[in-house]
């Protein structure tokens, strides 16, 4: 599925100076079809009340979708980029890490549709999402 074999350091070592970066998003595995990735729940991502914002969420899982779309396109032609983003919270989190699941639900030419479901320590779910990715061509 992929355009070529990444490894979780390629993916770690990309720039930090992002959103990715300041909130400390770490991918942790690689799979046929899926990437995993954590973000910790601390006073980067909270909200005023102590718990897991839910735009924190969010950028976790634009940031599995978005790279995943990133590792099926071929990099000198084409950019992937988020089209439309939803999520449902489910739960709060006070503290810990989250990780996010990211599986594929439609890969096209021109979109990637993708699932990400964000469990807590516990490994239960705090929020599911859905993703739509743009492929378009690289700007020259």
Same mark, same amino acid.
Not at 47 to 58: D, E, K, N
Not at 73 to 96: F, Q
């Given at each position: ?12 070592? =990309? ?28 006073? =980067? ?17 634009? $940031? ?26 489910? =739960? ?18 021109? $979109? ?9 320590? =516990? ?8 993703? $739509? ?8």
């Amino acid at each position: 599925m992929w355009f070529k074999n990444f490894s979780v350091d390629d993916l770690n070592s =990309r720039p930090k100076n992002h959103i990715g970066g300041l909130l400390d998003i770490q991918f942790t595995e690689i799979g046929d079809d899926y990437i995993v990735g954590t973000m910790p729940v601390d006073e =980067r991502t909270h909200q005023p009340a102590g718990i897991l914002h839910g735009g924190a969420s969010v950028v976790l899982a634009e $940031t599995l979708g978005s790279i995943a779309s990133y590792m099926c396109i071929d990099p000198d032609k084409y950019v992937a980029v988020g089209l439309e983003v939803n999520a449902n919270h489910l =739960r709060p989190v006070k503290s810990g890490l989250v990780k996010g699941i990211c599986t594929p639900i439609h890969i096209g030419a021109k $979109t990637h549709i993708w699932d990400i479901k964000i469990y807590n320590d =516990r490994g239960k779910m705090n929020c599911i999402s859905r993703l $739509t990715v743009a492929i378009i061509n690289k700007p020259q």
